[in-house]
């Protein structure tokens, strides 16, 4: 959802009914260090909610203190660390995992070699996902179809296909084979994301919660200098692509 559309009450919301339906739960959110207290703070001003930092609140180095809290939030540049891939798989696993700001769990494709790369931060939440430390979602007969995890972004493509899919693999990876197969039929997004734009926003009576943008072309008339800048501009990147691209050619051909 668009910045200021309710992303954590939404996460409350989706909290709550699940305790209330399936006590007790074991839930943990993942998200920025600068945003624990943020989170804390709604969770139980609006919701009642006592979640515990780690960190902060209680010594996350220890698996008795991680058994002893049902709702946790964990800091991501603290629980990504490798030494704490162990230590989750005693603690066991967790009901629900959100994951606020998941746009910095990037995995993306080399440029000149074509390697995948994945940030430590991809890494811990593929660990969770594949290590069966989030419960999984039943089909009909019985069989796990995705795990239960909430991701949270108001920019969760930033313009790269591949990125996008990477973070879709983590929710449903069997839902598209390939990048091309998610862009082609893109409509099927439609079991795992859920967009809400400010334009969509409304009051109770139906009218714009937010202003709306009205955009147009705005024409103008370079100058001597700031055409020369723009040229040489354009001649820079030119060249750039074009070395890329001989590149690219030869390692292709050297494969």
């Known amino acids: 959802d668009d910045v200021g ?3 954590t009450i939404e996460a409350g919301l989706i909290i709550t009914c699940l ?5 007790p739960q074991r839930i943990m959110i993942v998200c920025p260090a600068g945003l624990a207290l943020q989170w804390q703070d709604e969770m139980e001003e609006h919701f009642g909610l006592n979640f515990s930092i780690m960190g902060d609140n209680f010594d996350g180095k220890r698996v008795a203190n991680w058994q002893s809290q049902s709702l946790v939030i964990a800091p991501l540049d603290r629980i ?4 704490y891939r162990e230590l989750l798989k005693q603690v066991g696993g967790f009901d629900l995992v959100v994951c606020d700001e998941a746009h910095r769990l990037t995995a993306r494709r080399q440029f000149l070699d074509d390697r995948l790369v994945k940030t430590a931060n991809y890494q811990l939440f593929e660990f969770l996902v594949q290590s069966r430390l989030i419960r999984y979602v ?6 796990p179809r995705s795990p239960r995890l909430l991701l949270l972004s108001a920019t969760p493509h930033q313009g790269n296909h591949f990125q996008f899919w990477m973070l879709i693999q983590l929710l449903n990876p069997t839902l598209f084979r390939s990048v091309d197969e ?3 039929q893109r409509h099927r997004l439609g079991s795992v994301v859920f967009r809400r734009t400010k334009a969509d926003a409304c009051q109770p009576d139906g009218s714009p919660l937010f202003a709306r943008r009205w955009v147009h072309t705005e024409s103008f008339v370079m100058s001597a200098d700031e055409r020369r800048f723009y040229e040489c501009l354009q001649q820079y990147l030119q060249d750039g692509f074009d070395l890329a691209d001989r590149k690219s050619t030869r390692l292709n051909s050297s494969h």
């Open 5 to 7: 559309l309710g992303k």
């Open 182 to 184: 998610m862009v082609d």
């Open 19 to 23: 305790i209330r339906r399936e006590p």
């Open 80 to 83: 990504k660390r490798d030494d």
């Open 138 to 143: 039943d089909n009909n007969d019985q069989t």
